[in-house]
């Protein structure tokens, strides 16, 4: 029996050694070793799956309350390129641009961003903006109201999940640090969109200069101390009177707002009331033309811009440097018409020639010149040729009736009826009126602004005369400074195109001469461009050159008359005047000569 029993100790020593040998294993199959790895498999898997429905939801659309993917970019990027990389538009141009204005309170801003506009307007002021109750918290609202629901904070917190471009308006100077800093602060954890930065600095069109704007002083310094990665939209405060639609931006507005943010390094957009866009547009034009960093956002009021108003400026800009904050229906209309190729352009009558007639290589040397000798030649030019610019020499017509005809026609022409074939014409012609009667200068200068006025005048459009002035002041010719008033008192809309008294050039383009044509027209803000006659270019082709390098405003424009004698000095002359600037030189020359250059030039 205790044999048995020692017997059967023995063996239960034996199985639970052998047991304790034996690896243990988790629910019949796997041991502790490949169910840890199998654990782990499993959760990097869930992780893994968590990750991608995470994603998934956040590149939902954003009024669905999620976060959007935004591809990283600077605040200070072009906004252009932004929508761009974000797939909003298929091109890089900014009538493409959707926008929504006053998106303040919470529920403008949940709609604008449900919405599918591309880019958010609001306005910024302080809490209690002028009141016992005022604080620096900035807050979504459009005077008078000084109280919302929505603080910029947490305005940024819900637009920065979307895709969307940020254009802030400033409505007061107290708003503008305390937000700057709140920008710099989202934008260490990446704002990842252009940033629009938009106060009215300056009095505009019917505002006395007592109104109040916000300090341009201080708002472009607070801007480069607290937050200079954005894009500045400097305005002017605007007021558009339905009983005076003709007044605009002037000269005078555009050039103190060009002095006071010339020094600023950022791009800017200048805001435009798109109703006066048209009438500013020659000081607007020369407002872009000042640097390549400047673009033009045309918004609209309460009134509706023209359709035609609005083609015109598309017409007379680069697509990339003009946005189109419009408003529905007219948004709509604008973009069928802006796409269709065949309408004829609006072009600007003031503008370049060598951007309406686009010849070969930009060279004004391929430019045509024809002269306009009465009705016949008229006609026969309209359509035999296939366009250039028509020179239209301008007299007195005989008689009692003293109205402007085209010299030496028989059947005298008048110049009304001249204009009106030409501006019936499909071709692209280019106007050079030749005012050889002091008496006819302004009532030329009448029956194009008419024709501009009736949406006619799409041409570029020239105004010649012999003018006198300091070292070329000649008796019986109009002075400069009375030629210059005429035509702005009339129509200035057109390239100012004055050339010397012929009795004066016996020594050639002195220097003398020079200097005190440019003085005279150093102020005017039309293009200019400079009559020679190509008999006297080899004295003074130097100093003529230098004129060129320094005034990106003037031109020249050089005339053989057909029927003189040969040039002197064959076509070296002509051909050194192109080398000065072949896009800012022009040929008035005969067809012979004009050959001869083009073949000098080939060799």
């Given at each position: ?35 840890l ?10 992780l893994?799956?968590v990750i ?11 009024g ?23 797939g ?5 141009d900014?009538l ?9 309170s ?14 958010l ?11 016992v ?22 305005w ?27 920008l ?28 109040p704007?916000v ?13 200079p990665?954005?894009?500045i ?18 000269q005078?507005m ?12 950022q ?25 390549s ?12 811009p ?20 419009i408003?529905?229906?007219?948004l ?14 609006r ?14 290589n930009s ?40 109205i ?30 030749r005012?050889k ?24 459009t ?18 400069g ?9 009339n ?36 293009d ?9 270019l080899?004295?003074s082709?130097?100093?003529?050159g ?47 000569h ?9 060799d």
């Amino acid at each position: 029996m205790e044999e048995k029993k020692d017997e059967r100790e023995e063996n239960k020593w034996d199985e639970g050694e052998s047991e304790e040998k034996r690896p243990k294993t988790v629910l019949g199959i796997f041991s502790r070793q490949q169910f840890l790895m199998l654990c782990v498999g499993v959760g990097l898997l869930l992780l893994l799956t968590v990750i991608t429905v995470t994603s998934m939801l956040l590149t939902m659309n954003s009024g669905s309350g999620g976060s959007e993917t935004v591809v990283s970019f600077p605040t200070d990027g072009d906004m252009l390129e932004f929508l761009l990389q974000n797939g909003e538009i298929q091109e890089k141009d900014g009538l493409y641009a959707t926008w929504y204005h006053a998106a303040n309170s919470k529920a403008e801003m949940s709609k604008a961003l449900q919405s599918g506009v591309m880019i958010l307007e609001a306005d910024v002021n302080v809490e209690g903006h002028n009141t016992v109750n005022e604080t620096n918290i900035p807050i979504m609202a459009h005077p008078p109201d000084v109280y919302s629901d929505n603080t910029l904070e947490e305005w940024l917190e819900a637009v920065l999940k979307s895709k969307k471009g940020v254009k802030l308006d400033f409505k007061s100077l107290q708003s503008v640090e305390p937000s700057l800093d709140l920008l710099r602060i989202k934008n260490q954890t990446g704002i990842n969109r252009p940033v629009w930065i938009n106060a009215d600095i300056l009095p505009g069109p019917n505002v006395p200069s007592f109104w109040p704007v916000v300090n341009a002083t201080r708002f472009l310094d607070l801007i480069q101390k607290k937050f200079p990665d954005v894009t500045i939209s400097p305005g002017w405060k605007v007021l558009y009177i339905p009983l005076f639609p003709n007044v605009t931006y002037t000269q005078a507005m555009v050039e103190e707002m060009y002095d006071t943010v010339k020094h600023v390094p950022q791009k800017i957009t200048f805001p435009v009331l798109a109703v006066m866009g048209k009438n500013g547009w020659p000081h607007l034009s020369w407002l872009l033309s000042q640097s390549s960093r400047f673009s033009l956002t045309l918004w609209q009021g309460e009134d509706n811009p023209t359709l035609n108003d609005l083609l015109f400026i598309r017409d007379n800009s680069n697509p990339q440097r003009v946005y189109y904050d419009i408003y529905e229906p007219v948004l709509s209309q604008f973009k069928e018409a802006a796409k269709q190729k065949d309408r004829p352009r609006r072009f600007y009558p003031g503008g370049d020639i060598v951007d309406y007639f686009k010849p070969a290589n930009s060279d004004g040397l391929n430019i045509l010149w024809e002269t306009v000798t009465d009705g016949d030649s008229l006609l026969s030019l309209l359509e035999d040729s296939p366009g250039g610019m028509l020179v239209i020499p301008v007299i007195s017509g005989s008689g009692t009736s003293n109205i402007p005809v085209v010299e030496d026609s028989q059947p005298e022409l008048p110049l009304q009826d001249c204009l009106e074939l030409i501006l019936a014409s499909k071709k692209p012609w280019g106007i050079y009126l030749r005012v050889k009667s002091q008496s006819q200068l302004a009532v030329s200068l009448q029956m194009l602004r008419q024709a501009y006025d009736n949406d006619l005048l799409y041409h570029p459009t020239w105004v010649n005369m012999d003018v006198g002035h300091g070292a070329f002041s000649v008796q019986g010719y109009i002075t400069g400074q009375e030629f210059l008033r005429t035509i702005d008192q009339n129509f200035p809309y057109v390239t100012i195109a004055p050339s010397w008294p012929p009795e004066i050039l016996h020594q050639g383009y002195t220097p003398q001469l020079v200097e005190d044509m440019l003085e005279l027209f150093q102020g005017t803000w039309q293009d200019v461009s400079l009559q020679l006659q190509a008999d006297h270019l080899e004295r003074s082709k130097d100093g003529l050159g230098s004129l060129l390098q320094s005034q990106s405003r003037f031109s020249l424009t050089v005339e053989h008359k057909a029927g003189k004698d040969g040039l002197k000095d064959g076509t070296q002359s002509l051909i050194s005047v192109h080398e000065w600037n072949k896009q800012r030189t022009f040929y008035n020359i005969p067809k012979a000569h004009k050959g001869s250059i083009i073949a000098r030039l080939s060799d």
